[in-house]
T-cell receptor
Framework: EADIYQTPRYLVIGTGKKITLECSQT?????MYWYQQDPGMELHLIHY???????EKGDLSSESTVSRIRTEHFPLTLESARPSHTSQYLC?????????????FGPGTRLTVL | SQKIEQNSEALNIQEGKTATLTCNYT??????LQWYRQDPGRGPVFLLL?????KEKRKERLKVTFDTTLKQSLFHITASQPADSATYLC??????????????FGKGTKLSVKP
């Protein structure tokens, strides 16, 4: 069982609200990732981080933002939620000394914007 | 850009048979190719990694092959069980040349094993 946690697991919210999806890992991994996944579709990388104070945009354009102030914490924020943001958001981490590019995933947050 | 195709959206097989899932890619051969399992409402779980200079990798009832000429990986589950029912994702490293980059994922194949 991977030591990577996401809260909340489910969130239903109205349009225009600001939300923060939390992701924490206790493995001391430097690299962390946020993916977006719609039902039956592939995971799309939206943000990643190489370590503290490092954040990069992924392949899929996203209106969300991320921060990395602590190694273990990689929150994702939507300033003004819209129905188009409805999706599953998955957080992952990878140890820089792991030797292989294995990613450990959290359980995900299923976001519904009404 | 790199594209990944997994052979079918769904695969139904009988318990005890061997399941074979296919992953094809279109562009450069990645340094690493990986397979993950994803259960409904959960995050993917890593199963196996195979490097470009490896032809085959095994782990218990799982076997992965990697053919850089065909640009294809095959994922086999032998003696399949109903508990193997899940969606299986193929993922490629985005860096060519050995250094590890980010991963890109296929849509997955949903495997159903009937008792």
């Amino acid at each position: 069982e991977a030591d990577i946690y996401q809260t909340p697991r489910y969130l239903v919210i109205g349009t225009g609200k600001k939300i923060t999806l939390e992701c924490s890992q206790t493995m001391g991994h430097d690299k962390m990732y946020w993916y977006q996944q719609d039902p039956g579709m592939e995971l799309h990388l939206i943000h990643y981080s190489y370590g503290v104070n490092s954040t990069e945009k992924g392949d899929l354009s996203s209106e969300s933002t991320v921060s990395r102030i602590r190694t273990e914490h990689f929150p994702l924020t939507l300033e003004s939620a819209r129905p188009s943001h409805t999706s599953q958001y998955l957080c992952a981490s990878k140890g820089i000394l792991a030797g292989v590019n294995e990613q450990f995933f959290g359980p995900g947050t299923r976001l519904t914007v009404l | 850009s790199q594209k990944i195709e997994q052979n079918s959206e769904a695969l139904n097989i009988q318990e005890g048979k061997t399941a074979t899932l296919t992953c094809n890619y279109t562009n450069y051969s990645p340094a690493y190719l990986q397979w993950y399992r994803q259960d409904p409402g959960r995050g993917p779980v890593f199963l196996l990694l195979i490097r470009e200079n490896e032809k085959e990798k095994r782990k218990e009832r799982l076997k992965v092959t990697f053919d850089t000429t065909l640009k294809q990986s095959l994922f086999h589950i032998t003696a399949s069980q109903p508990a193997d029912s899940a969606t299986y994702l193929c993922a490629l490293d985005t860096n060519y040349g050995g250094s590890q980059g980010n991963l890109i994922f296929g849509k997955g194949t949903k495997l159903s094993v009937k008792p």
